[in-house]
Structure formats: structure tokens, C-alpha cells
């Protein structure tokens, strides 16, 4: 399993939220441009460039607050002036009403990073309240949710980062880091045992190792092997308590296939040491935020106003 999505404990200027991880900030980057282009058109001719405001942040469903530091980069890159200040913590659970953040600074840049911040924002508060509702469901037992590489593209740092603000932890963050050998690895190596050789051959024995399985045969197989974790996939709740006390704790067991909020109790049940769910990524609804904005200098509304006449 990798360890939480490392974050610079320092802090961006202007911003109480914590700094992110430079690979994170070039993402921010890219959907500034992709959302502003060569220009924000209706900013431009509406907003004064001496016009300064202040924007609330506001929860408006209740949730698990997640990417405060995210939207506060995002307003920072377009202006280093924009102070952004958070109201709520990353992790919070908040009620619907509660304001988390608020900005102030140059009308522009607050107008143009408005809608980047709220998709982090959203999406990610998204992520980890539904973690959460799922972390909830499994209290009691011994089980861990995991989240799964089905993510969005280009955004899996961040939809990794939600999920463990979500009280969830992260699996393999990519292809380089766990190998993961599945019903196709195992087909076009012929078996189990020929493919967990064939990649400890070709990357030591040192390489992380997860085998899927699908029934107790292929779990006995797999066991042979020592792998640091197995998969089971797609089994019955019965299929996994048999699982669990063949394995008798020598290899963690992860379940897969199938979980909702519906049924990851009975799967926790069984015994097994984490659960995996893709639908914590890939399904998530984003959490509604709104931002709110007043003007508070100059007094004048006219984009590039001439303040000594009258």
C-alpha cells in the first residue's frame, strides 16, 4: 500500500492552507489555462483592474471539506496579492451553510480563478465526503477502504489526496509503484505461479506484489507464492470467510468487485483486511460550493474609470 500523498508542510504566501506538492501545483496551472486561454473576455470588460473584492466560500450541502490549499493556489498563481484564507480544515465534516474560506484581493484574479478553485474544491470535497460515508459504514471492524487508479485523468494526485482527507487510505498511486497481476497478467503468463516469477525476474524481490484470485484454488496457488497481498475478486461473502481462514492471516486480503455503501458491511464482516472501491473516484458527486462576492474598492463600477471626473 503507498503511503498518503506527500504535502509540503510550508505554507503558500497569502494562503493559511497548506502548500501542495509541486506536480500538484503544475496541474492547477494547466486548468488555469485551459479555463482562461489568451484572455477571461467577460473579466476584462466588466471588472475595473483597480477593483478590489471580497469572496465567501460556502458550503452548501453538508460534507467532507477537501482541496482548501488547492483553491487557494489557484487564485495565488494568477496573483500573488490574493490572500486566501480558510475557515474550516481540510478533513472537516461541516454543515450545509457553514462558510469555509474566504478570498480577498484584485477583482480580476479573483473573477478568473473562481471556477479552477471550485472544481478542485468541489470535486475533492466530493471524493472525501463519499470516502467517508464509507470509512462510517465499516466502523467495527478491522477492515480498511482502499481507493483503486480509477480516477480522473490528470487528476488522480488530487483524487488520492480527497480520499485520504475522507478517512480512506491510498492504494498503488500508479503502474510503477505495486505490481498488480490480474486475470490478464495471469492468461498471458499460463498461470498464477508463472507470472508472480516472471515479475519478481524481471524487478527483484523487492517489488511490491498483489495477486487477484478468483477462487479458492487459485487463493491456495497464490498463497504458495508469499505475495504481499491478495485480491479477492468478485466472491460472495461466503467465498471470502472461506478465504479468510484458508489464509489464516499469513497474506493481508483485499476484496473487490461489487462494493457500494449497500454491501461493504457484510464484506467487512468476512474478515478481510481492506476493502477497494472504485466508485470513490469515479462516481463521487461533487459537494455543492458556492462562492459570493463583494466589491469593497474602489467605489466606482465603470471597467477603467477616470477617477477625477465627475
Known sequence: MTE?????????????????????????????????????ITTIGTVPPEAEFRGTFTAKSPGVIAGLAVAGRAFSLLDDTVIFTPRAADGDIVAAGRVIAEVRGPGGAILSGERTALNFLQRMSGIATLTRRFVDAVQGTSAVILDTRKTAPGLRIFDKWAVRLGGGQNHRFGLFDMA???????????????????????????????????NL???????????????????????????????AGRVPLEASGNVSLDTVKAIAATGVDCISVGMLTHSAAAMDISLLIERIAPADNTPGANKGES
Open 4 to 40: 498518503a500523498i506527500p504535502m509540503d508542510v510550508r505554507r503558500d504566501k497569502n494562503c493559511d492552507a497548506p502548500a501542495m506538492p509541486e506536480e500538484a501545483a503544475a496541474a492547477v496551472r494547466a486548468a488555469l489555462a485551459e479555463d482562461i486561454g489568451d484572455g477571461d
Open 180 to 214: 498488480l497481476i490480474k486475470d490478464n497478467h495471469i492468461t498471458a503468463a499460463g498461470t498464477i505461479t508463472l507470472a508472480v516469477a516472471g515479475v519478481r525476474a524481471a524487478c527483484g524481490r523487492n517489488t511490491p506484489i498483489e495477486v487477484e484470485v478468483r
Open 217 to 247: 484454488a487459485e487463493l491456495e496457488e497464490a498463497l504458495a507464492l508469499a505475495p504481499d497481498r491478495i485480491m479477492l475478486d468478485n466472491m460472495t461473502p461466503d467465498q471470502m470467510r472461506a478465504a479468510v481462514r484458508l489464509t
